[in-house]
């Protein structure tokens, strides 16, 4: 229970909100002036999110024994064209870290990651920009439905990684990823994980 008001905070806001602040020991947000975090809490790789792989099953207690220490609730989120159900994992601070999708065969579909404290396979971070990143125009797309106005693109080198970017007061067109100047400017919001087959 005393995580209800963080899930209906990320039920409630859109995707350009990570859900997952940081506090230091005096219970201070060590968030609020920085983008990005020297803190990994897990590495996104192709093959892995932590310790979830392509075999992890569907469920509260796979995820928590792939990622000790965390703890899932379900949740109810965002992805591009729908809002679905999913399982939270939090760290030991009682924070949102990742977002696990089920899959076909009671498997994970997709891991989407929520908190600047993780990596991805490129050592991306939630908070990073397009030019720091040096994501290439050429492997984005623009987002749809509930993700319009994101940019998202693929991770270098990593065919099932994908970076969704939020382009700060970008106001459309929408069918259009915005111009490079407004691109470039474009932060992080999750890290997506698929599973190869």
């Known amino acids: 229970m005393r995580r209800l008001p963080v899930l209906v905070a990320c039920v409630l806001s859109s995707l350009a909100t990570a859900c997952s602040p940081t506090f230091d020991a005096t219970g201070n947000s060590a968030f609020s002036d920085e983008r990005t975090s020297d803190t990994t809490l897990v590495q996104i790789t192709s093959s892995h999110v932590g310790g979830i792989t392509k075999d992890t099953k569907y469920s509260g207690k796979a995820v928590e024994a792939a990622l000790p220490g965390f703890t899932t609730e379900g949740i109810q989120t965002a992805v591009e064209d729908k809002t679905e159900w999913a399982i939270a994992a939090f760290n030991t601070d009682g924070f949102q870290v990742l977002q696990v999708f089920k899959g076909k065969n009671g498997q994970v579909r997709t891991v989407h990651g929520v908190t600047h404290h993780l990596k991805g396979p490129n050592g ?17 797309r623009v987002g749809r439905n509930l993700w319009r106005g994101m940019a998202i693109c693929k ?43």
């Not at 991306?124 to 984005?140: K, N, P, Y």
Request: glycine share 8%; hydrophobic share 35%.
């Open 124 to 140: 991306e971070r939630i908070g990073m920009t397009f030019s720091e990143v040096g994501t290439r125009r050429g492997d984005c």
């Open 155 to 197: 991770a270098k080198g990593t065919p099932n990684v994908q970076l969704v970017y939020a382009i700060p007061q970008y106001d459309g067109p929408f069918d259009r990823l915005p111009p490079n100047e407004e691109l470039l400017d474009a932060m992080i919001q999750r890290i997506l994980w698929t599973p190869q087959a």
